[in-house]
């Protein structure tokens, strides 16, 4: 049974590109949660994607911007790439059927590097 | 507002030594969970527990134990016999009622041999 998944490992990009982040879930789960991770710091939750729709978002700029698949995968966009989105970027998956989102299992990350 | 304070930045222990990791939280909420994760040098986050707001029973697995106390907004972890393996940084994590989580910005843990 595979776990989180997440493509690519490694990114660099430059100041101003776009970049796509791509996230397949834990089997059974149908809800994805994107986290950016700074260096030194904890995650902090960008969004949550369920039914193909933003459910939560967190305290990001219009510059972030993600999708979910009917088969339940997503992916993360981000446009005008600053030098402070450096960072890893983790996905987390669960299922909502329960009711409670609280068994979130979490991808090994994409590290974004901008210059 | 939620917030998860996680004072100690970084913690040297020698192998075999006890250590605990201090979190500190803050919500309004009457319900909520607070969690442990994991994250080793490879980067993905491994839950350690869970526990949500109404069970303040303290918890033992194995060498890992967890103090949860309402009174004073803290969710310990202490590792009894530390070994090189738990070198690590360590989050404590809330999730609200809206689903949401909040971390703190984590513990690094060193055990030397």
């Known amino acids: 049974d595979a776990g989180v998944t997440q493509s690519p490992t490694h990114l660099i990009k430059t100041r101003g590109q776009q970049v796509t982040l791509r996230c397949s879930p834990k089997?059974?789960?149908?809800?994805v949660s994107w986290y950016q991770q700074a260096l030194g710091q904890g995650p902090q939750f960008i969004f949550q994607?369920?039914?193909?729709?933003?459910?939560q978002r967190g305290n990001f700029p219009d510059r972030f911007s993600g999708h979910q698949f009917p088969n339940y995968s997503s992916e993360l966009n981000v446009n005008a790439l600053l030098l402070g989105d450096s960072a890893l970027y983790l996905c987390a998956s669960s299922f909502r059927g329960t009711g409670a989102l609280y068994e979130q299992y979490f991808g090994p990350g994409t590290r974004l590097t901008v210059t | 507002a939620q917030k998860v304070t996680q004072a100690q930045t970084e913690i040297s222990v020698v192998e075999k030594e006890d250590v605990t990791l201090d979190c500190v939280y803050e919500?309004?909420?009457?319900?909520?969970?607070l969690f442990w994760y994991k994250q080793p040098p490879s980067g993905e986050l491994v839950f350690l527990i869970r526990?949500?707001?109404?069970?303040?029973q303290n918890e033992i697995s194995g060498r890992y134990s967890w103090n949860f106390q309402k009174s004073t907004s803290s969710f310990n972890f202490t590792i009894t016999a530390s070994q090189v393996v738990d070198s690590a940084v360590y989050f404590c994590?809330?999730?609200?009622?809206?689903?949401?989580?909040?971390f703190g910005t984590g513990t690094s843990l060193t055990v030397i041999p």
């Open positions: 994607y369920y039914e193909e729709e933003e459910r």
């Open positions: 994590a809330l999730k609200d009622t809206g689903n949401q989580f909040y």
């Open positions: 089997s059974g789960h149908d809800t």
């Open positions: 526990r949500n707001s109404f069970d303040e």
């Open positions: 919500t309004r909420d009457t319900t909520y969970y």
